[in-house]
């Protein structure tokens, strides 16, 4: 049954002219897809890495000059919103219901609030845990959980192609 | 007589499983290995380029166990991968092109462990400058897996991806 037309905020997104273009010329969604995983590797190996760092992984490297690398992981997260967004809009309805979408986001979002939490929580304090120096536990448990994160993430986007899309009925 | 090596391998009882069973475990799998191999070994490559200076490089060597975890992860996800479209793989330009991209990027990440990384005295200060050599080495390594990146996901496309398969 085709329930469309009881969303018509997700209709008018489909309507608009990215999704159109994304839709009409058939190259544009593969290459979106490949730059998407460009992007996850660059937030994630740049994120991942100062988890690493923090937990352990390469003790004699300063965490400062690795912490210089955010921007580019930044610039990488910028790629995969503008390629997530026109993904949506190519068809709205693929994940606006789909559970693991939703997953996806709100894992995204808590590992947003989690990097927020060692921005604040570790790194203002940093020199105490200067070059070579163990991490406090603080560090290590926001480590862990940054990278179960965003290897949930990469589940959830995973999985949105295994998911049941269908919208509900009103 | 490759061809039916081929075909025995997908009509086998493993691909069948794969299939049924496993297939979104493991293209997961596949994923969280890209992550961490190339994730990691674009770190190495933008340090060797001149980002995060204060970084001594011969401390970004013991990277290299996480890059073999996630490159194992990818190689036995992708030969899962490859067995269950073993003829379509075989006779794709795209597939043939990834396994050669995969093996131009792992070797410029060994030339640049052996050149630089392994180097531990002559770049042991925390802002020393990778030699051209190597940063030429970095920019192949970039565009080899940025494209084994690409091709991999044009290699998913049964209908216009797939160019190049043989009858």
């Not at chain 1, 604040?120 to 959980?145: C, H, M, P, Y």
Request: overall charge positive.
């Amino acid at each position: 049954m085709d329930l469309s037309s009881n969303y018509p905020v997700l209709v008018w997104i489909k309507s608009l002219p990215p999704g159109e273009f994304v839709r009409s010329n058939w190259w544009v969604f593969p290459t979106l897809q490949s730059l998407h995983f460009c992007g996850m590797t660059m937030v994630i190996g740049i994120v991942g890495l100062l988890d690493l760092r923090a937990l352990g992984l390469a003790r004699s490297l300063p965490i400062r000059p690795l912490h210089r690398l955010l921007p580019l992981a930044w610039v990488g997260f910028g790629l995969n919103l503008l390629s997530g967004v026109l993904f949506f809009m190519h068809d709205p309805f693929i994940y606006a219901f789909n559970a693991s979408f939703r997953w996806k986001l709100l894992f995204i979002l808590l590992a947003g609030v989690n990097a927020l939490w060692f921005e604040l929580g570790v790194f203002t304090n940093l020199d105490r845990w200067q070059d070579k120096v163990e991490t406090s536990s603080l560090a290590k448990v926001i480590s862990v959980i940054s990278l179960a994160l965003w290897i949930a993430v990469i589940v959830g986007g995973r999985y949105i192609a295994f998911t049941n899309s269908a919208a509900p009925a009103p | 007589m490759i061809d039916d090596t081929l075909l025995a391998l997908q009509n086998s009882a493993f691909a069948t499983w794969i299939q049924e069973s496993v297939y979104p475990i493991v293209i997961t799998a596949h994923s969280i290995g890209l992550a961490l191999l190339v994730g990691l070994l674009v770190v190495i490559d933008l340090r060797v380029l001149g980002f995060a200076k204060g970084a001594a490089l011969p401390g970004l060597r013991k990277l290299m166990t996480v890059v073999w975890i996630g490159f194992w992860c990818n190689a036995i996800s992708g030969a899962m991968l490859f067995v269950i479209d073993a003829k379509k793989d075989y006779y794709s330009w795209l597939f043939r092109s990834k396994l050669m991209l995969i093996a131009v990027g792992l070797i410029m990440g060994a030339r640049i462990t052996s050149t630089v990384l392994n180097k531990t005295t002559e770049y042991a200060a925390g802002d020393a400058d990778a030699p051209q050599q190597a940063k030429v080495l970095a920019v192949v390594s970039l565009l080899a897996w940025t494209s084994a990146i690409f091709v991999g996901r044009w290699l998913a496309y049964n209908t216009y991806g797939d160019i190049g398969v043989g009858e």
